[in-house]
């Protein structure tokens, strides 16, 4: 068991952590036509949307309240309201967001009441969901952020309104295949989301993704010149038909509040994979996909569950690929600075591998903290993993990283939010077999390379 | 917090141009409050760290919860000629125990911290909106940690909710006025001994510019802030002459140090030929030196000469290209005159944060033909894009992927780029730039349709072509 330290600092040295309003605004992108508003003063909004703009390279649509000194000290409800109007006008959004930052929690805005009120005063509005979550910056970091929200989306009462009914007819009749909720987690990328959708479809179910980052920012151009709100994800119709999910897959030990309040509202069953690289962490998965799949045949005939052979091919590439790189990996010293869920994923796939976790840094509490293959992590900064990674072969965290490595001499391997200094963010897979093994060559290669400069200087 | 007073005299700050209208009405830029689901740009304490960060050799501590200083550090493009302390993001990371108890001695122990193991020349407090809200006194602590460790610790009262990046970067100017400029004195002084205010050295522009000094023997006593040290700025109140470089933010410190030290200022551009010129030509008129003069001129001469040389293939290759300029402004004026230098047409601009100065201007540079954008935003700018046909859209990285998606060449002039584009070398650089992003062979590839799609659509225009030759068969068919 692994032993939590969360020293109390007066000082953070090199941030790792970002704010729960970031992680939030993350999860709001993955629905479809959304906007994501921050209740609180214009910087909230600048600052992550200059993150998710640099880490994506994408356009990135993030709203903001625009909380002055004044309006801060008589309460935010008229600038809410002004806001949502302007948003509709300009927008035309299918849902809004709303996440309140440190400045109105500290002021303590009744947000439960605003919303109250403009309900009552907007009956016109009633069929547009406004989805609010609870986000003090001083509290928690994105993931918690992010796991708030999904909660909050799945929580949400959609009433499915008379064109989605009348569509719903039109729709069940191509929905022919079992439906699956996927709780994705903050562990994972639009790239892992779409590997994910590929693997379930490939087992005859339909994939309800939420959030579904890969259809927003995954990087695509689209016919249309400009979108003003989130361009795909899991659209309003999904979360209407949410109750229609025989199965709930959640991923990520952060999605597990989500998960449950799936079970207690529709009565679906889910199980957590609180990772999905590595062989066994997939299999796992594989495995209880195929379980699935034959719950739903008929009965009458006997049937075994079934895996598609691509998987059984790709299993055994996988496992070629350990043979291929284990060499590289083998008592090599890894230090990691990520968010809770990340961190789990890839210590564990890095542990398997022969590598040793001479010392990771999380941002945020999590249970999945005391199960990580090492014997102490540190709630802190990156100036603490600068100081433990002193004799390390690798790092790996943020872009921000770069300097620690740079002054160590040690190699850093690019994870987590945000990364600014390398492309293809929004396309990376480092999940199922064939992420798992993508992730092991890019950094078996770095490990290859190392070695060949110190044998041949 | 800030006084209200101290707050409403720097928006009225009478430097600027803003407030220079009669008409009370048509002065609103500074003052404009932003709007609820419109608003789009930073805050006060994101306009305080753009000022102040780039000083190299102080600790920038962001007294606040981890939104303002962890989602924002390490992220500007401000470059540093030796010391790297400006780089590493300090906060006080605040819980909530902190905002129910006060975040005074939390403030005061990370100030020791950092004194005692980064050894800075200075620390910068920054408030943020829930420090100023829980009313923590930065002033007071910084004050004791100042007497304690005898080392400046200056307060930046930047609570991000009293207004606009603009008004962040005039109360950082305020806290360099207050407690930095006229505290030490230089080594030694010249009479060539000027000040550049404004420039940040975002991308090393300034590296650009610097050698056309030396080369005048004009010394830049103090940089505000852009690769400056603490100790330089201190010795700013003996210079001769202020510089105040494309922004009106910091203008409230050139006119305090007038009216202060007697230290008069002009307002100059580094972007394009004419006006980097200019500057060239304003600066040796205010120091009042006929030797310094023809020095300019030999200098312009040479420089002009040469660069003439340089842009030659670029010229022919840019000629008449149309570029839409998307900024805010001095730059909405300062680029075109780059942009007429090589030959390209500004088809529009934005004139939102322009002064009323600044427009006249604008409106001088554009010629009759040329459309000032009032309004904001990606669909107006896209939609002028189309009206005017242009080529480019020159604007801030925030605007980049607005200009992409839509499958157009873009030029970043704004903070976070990594191209200089001051001075004579720079105006090359922004050539070349535009050159490849005008000349890439990739747009025609971005623009392309599937050949499946182009089939479906060859195929659809022959059955409409059928159908309306069958159509007229038909009528033929029918007259007779």
């Known amino acids: ?457 | 917090m800030k006084s209200k007073t101290k707050i409403a005299a720097l928006l009225n700050e009478p430097g600027c141009d803003h407030n220079h209208k009669k008409d009370k009405d048509k002065n609103k830029s500074c003052k404009q409050q932003a709007k609820p689901g419109s608003a789009q740009g930073g805050c006060a304490f994101d306009g305080a760290s753009i000022t102040l960060v780039p000083i190299t050799d102080a600790a920038h501590l962001v007294h606040g919860p981890i939104a303002c200083g962890g989602n924002s550090w390490g992220s500007r493009g401000s470059l540093s000629s030796g010391p790297t302390l400006y780089k590493t993001g300090f906060t006080t990371d605040l819980s909530e125990n902190d905002i129910i108890f006060g975040g005074e001695k939390k403030l005061y122990k990370a100030i020791a911290r950092v004194i005692k193991e980064y050894k800075p020349a200075a620390v910068f407090v920054y408030s943020t909106c829930v420090t100023a809200l829980i009313g923590d006194d930065i002033d007071a602590v910084c004050q004791a940690a100042t007497n304690k460790f005898n080392k400046p610790v200056i307060p930046v009262h930047s609570a991000g909710f009293v207004g606009s990046k603009n008004l962040g970067n005039r109360l950082a100017g305020e806290s360099l006025l207050e407690h930095v400029i006229g505290t030490a004195e230089p080594e030694y002084t010249t009479d060539y001994d000027i000040n550049l205010i404004g420039e940040y050295n975002i991308a090393g522009e300034m590296w650009n510019v610097l050698p056309l000094f030396e080369k005048l023997g004009i010394r830049v006593l103090a940089k505000m802030t852009g690769d400056a040290c603490y100790e330089e700025i201190a010795t700013a109140h003996r210079a001769k002459l202020n510089v105040v470089i494309c922004s009106k933010a910091l203008i409230n410190v050139a006119r305090k140090m007038e009216e202060r030290y007697g230290i008069p200022y002009i307002e100059e551009s580094f972007y394009g030929i004419e006006d980097i010129n200019k500057c060239l030509r304003d600066i040796a008129a205010k120091l009042g030196d006929e030797n310094l003069q023809t020095k300019v001129e030999q200098l312009i001469a040479f420089e002009t000469a040469k660069l003439d040389r340089i842009l030659a293939p670029y010229r022919a290759r840019l000629k008449n290209k149309r570029m839409v300029l998307y900024t805010g402004g001095v730059k909405s004026w300062s680029i075109i005159s780059a942009a007429k230098d090589l030959g390209m047409d500004v088809v529009a601009t934005s004139t939102r944060k322009s002064t009323e100065e600044d427009k006249a201007r604008i409106k001088d540079l554009l010629g009759k033909d040329g459309i000032a954008l009032e309004k904001g935003g990606a669909t107006e700018i896209l939609k002028v894009i189309e009206k005017t046909n242009a080529d480019l859209l020159v604007a801030g990285g925030r605007n980049q992927y607005t200009a992409l998606k839509a499958r157009i060449p873009f030029l970043d002039i704004n903070q976070e780029r990594h191209h200089p584009y001051a001075g004579y070398s720079g105006l090359v650089e922004m050539a070349k730039e535009i050159d490849e992003a005008l000349y890439s062979p990739i747009w025609e590839q971005v623009r392309s349709i599937a050949p499946w799609e182009k089939d479906l659509e060859t195929r659809e225009e022959i059955r409409t072509q059928k159908r309306l030759d069958s159509r007229s068969e038909e009528a033929i068919g029918q007259r007779y």
């Not at chain 1, 939030?24 to 508003?37: D, I, N, V």
């Not at chain 1, 990771?360 to 090492?374: C, D, F, G, M, Q």
């Not at chain 1, 897979?429 to 290859?448: E, H, P, S």
């Open chain 1, 1 to 457: 068991m692994t032993t939590i330290a969360t020293p109390r600092k007066s000082l953070s040295v090199k941030p790792l952590k970002l704010s729960q309003p970031f992680g939030a605004s993350l999860a709001f992108l993955g629905l479809k036509g959304t906007m994501p508003l921050f209740h609180g003063s214009q910087g909230c909004t600048a600052f992550a949307k200059v993150l998710l703009v640099r880490h994506f390279r994408e356009a990135i649509p993030l709203a903001t309240t625009a909380m002055t000194e004044v309006s801060t000290i008589l309460g935010g409800e008229d600038n809410i309201e002004q806001a949502i109007l302007t948003l509709i006008e300009k927008n035309n959004p299918e849902i809004i967001g709303l996440l309140t930052t440190g400045l109105t929690e500290t002021r303590g805005d009744d947000m439960k009441g605003i919303l109250k009120v403009f309900r009552d005063r907007h009956p016109e509005l009633a069929s547009l969901p406004i989805i609010f979550v609870s986000t003090p910056d001083y509290k928690g970091a994105a993931e918690d952020g992010y796991a708030a929200t999904v909660e909050q989306i799945v929580a949400y009462d959609y009433q499915p309104s008379t064109s989605s009914i009348a569509s719903n007819h039109n729709i069940a009749s191509v929905h022919t295949q079992p439906q699956i909720t996927i709780l994705a987690g903050s562990l994972l990328s639009p790239g892992d989301v779409r590997e994910i959708k590929e693997i379930v479809k490939a087992f005859g179910f339909h994939p309800l993704v939420l959030p579904d980052l890969s259809e927003s920012l995954d990087g695509h151009l689209r016919d249309e010149k400009y979108s003003g709100v989130s361009c795909g994800g899991t659209s309003l119709e999904d979360l209407t038909r949410l109750s229609d999910s025989i199965f709930t897959v959640a991923i990520g030990e952060s999605m597990r509040s989500a998960a449950e309040t799936l079970k207690t509202k529709f009565g679906i069953e889910y199980r957590l994979f609180p990772r999905l690289a590595g062989l066994e962490a997939v299999d796992q998965f594989i495995w209880q996909l195929a379980q699935l799949a034959t719950q739903g045949s008929d009965p009458h005939f006997i049937s075994h569950p079934r895996v598609p052979e691509k998987f059984d091919r790709s299993r055994r590439q996988l496992q070629d690929a350990i043979l291929d790189t284990h060499f590289y990996f083998g008592r090599k010293k890894v230090c990691l600075a990520l968010e809770p869920d990340l961190l789990y994923q890839t210590s564990w796939l890095l542990h398997e591998m022969g590598a040793i976790i001479q010392g990771a840094v999380t941002t945020t509490k999590s249970p999945i903290l005391a199960e990580l293959p090492l014997d102490n992590v540190t709630i802190g900064d990156l100036s603490d993993i600068e100081e433990m990674a002193v004799g390390a072969d690798l790092l790996i965290t943020n872009s921000h990283g770069k300097d620690i490595a740079k002054k160590l001499g040690i190699p850093l391997y690019r994870m987590g939010y945000p990364i600014f200094d390398r492309l293809g963010n929004g396309q990376k897979c480092a999940i199922g077999y064939r992420g798992t093994m993508q992730f092991l060559f890019d950094v078996g290669n770095i490990f290859l390379e190392r070695e060949e400069e110190q044998i041949d200087p």
